[in-house]
């Protein structure tokens, strides 16, 4: 496996930036399994597996 086991992203319905893909420049396919998903007034927490 590389160096990252598992992600976590906290989407919030805002823009920052210039619209940077957070995967961008990574030069391989990277697969994730959802392992988890939560929602709130306003925000959505994903925790993802990295899938060997």
């Given at each position: 496996m590389g160096l990252v086991d598992e992600v976590q992203l906290h989407i919030l319905p805002i823009l920052l930036g210039e619209d940077v893909s957070l995967f961008a420049g990574l030069g391989k396919r990277i697969d994730l399994?959802?392992?988890?998903?939560?929602?709130?007034?306003?925000?959505?927490?994903?925790?993802?597996?990295v899938r060997s």
């Amino acid at each position: 496996m590389g160096l990252v086991d598992e992600v976590q992203l906290h989407i919030l319905p805002i823009l920052l930036g210039e619209d940077v893909s957070l995967f961008a420049g990574l030069g391989k396919r990277i697969d994730l399994e959802r392992v988890e998903t939560s929602a709130f007034a306003g925000e959505t927490r994903l925790r993802c597996r990295v899938r060997s």
